[in-house]
């Protein structure tokens, strides 16, 4: 038998909502993982990518990191893991530092056995890139198998990677796939094979509701019992309480209303999320969210979804705006690429915090392929990106490959925290900032 804690997306770094108490939270949530695993004695903690929030993790996060791990390491527990999207960078990981350490085992197309089970590595790859996947692994002398994996895989949620592909295709039969990346929790059986995310440790985003945790996986036919051969069961974490409160205002309710049904929630310390719908009159979101700091409150925040409508007596025609900009947009002819970014911009289902992060995952996307990059014939947006001349959004080349690995663009994460565009030149490193060239 062989047990083993599933766990990924931790977003080591991830200052959420500007907070350093937030940034704290997070680390002390994969603190918490590793605690239990001590605790538990399992045999292995497995992580399914994305640890940092960024490829550039600050001093603190990174000597933080490295202290968990060496509570891993000191209680005789391996850490294996592979690479996620937000953390990869050209050349070395960051997971390779550790694996240097003596710290984790970086995992791959060979298999990594411990107890009874192997388990095999799979970084994230980009949509453009895994038609080239060969999905060849070591065989293996083990009673069980894994795969460890990163990337949104069928039937879960903004799925984009075929699971049954990935399981057909490879040269090992796998019992388990233990995934991240999605930050849902979910399990389900795909061929046979059991298919799960553990979810995210900490919430990365308002639409994370539901609670926090991880998955203890258990490689037991004996203990598991009938034909299966995998026992996943999810076990909860205890993290930073996050009120969310939804207030649908009738006529003439106002932001006396709102606070009232603030005032019904506890938010000592707690991360506060107000929703507005309905009618009534204007609400400015500073003064809640200014009540709720008063009432204790770590973060507060306010979100008026209503409908601000004109004066009656004053009337605005437009012909179709929209498809006017379409029918110019039509004759400039933009390459590919162009018409990904003018989407993302024009996009009434991106919040105006976001768009620069999803422009710059679109044009990732895209960077293996130059023709891209090139305008339609006769088009006045006629271009052609250089291949040779790589970006900061390009990294993951052929030395960060390992086990058909390769990065992908960030996701986009909803507080509007500044993307590597914003930062500092890389080249000088901000105080405190670090990256893998330093170490290598």
Known sequence: MTRVIHTGDTHVGYQQYHSPVRRQDFLDAFGAVVDDAVDDDVDAVVHAGDLFHDRRPELPDLMGTIGVLRRLSDAGIPFLAVVGNHESTRGGQWLDLFERLGLATRLGDAPTVVGDAAFYGLDHVPVSRRDELEYAFEP????????????????????????????????VDFDAMLLGDNHTPDSAEV?????????STERASASEREGRGYNLVTFDEAAVGGDDRVEIRRRALDTREFVFVSVELGPEEGETRVRERVREHDLADAVVLVEITGEGEPVTPAAIEGFADAEGALVARVTDRRTVETDEEVDV???????AVRERIDEMGLSPAALDVDDAVRSDSIADANVREIVKNRVEERLDDPAAF?????GEGESEADPDCPTEAAEGGDDADRGGTAERDDDAIDDGQPTDDDRPDQSTPADGQVSMEDYL
């Open 374 to 378: 090139a305008g339609a014939d006769g």
């Open 317 to 323: 025609s437009f012909a179709d705006p929209e498809a």
């Open 140 to 171: 293996h002398d083990a009673d069980y198998a894994a795969l460890v994996a990163h990337g949104l895989f069928e039937p879960f949620a903004h799925a984009d990677w075929d699971t049954e592909t990935v399981l057909a295709e490879s040269d």
């Open 191 to 199: 061929a046979g094979t059991w298919v799960t995310y553990p979810g």
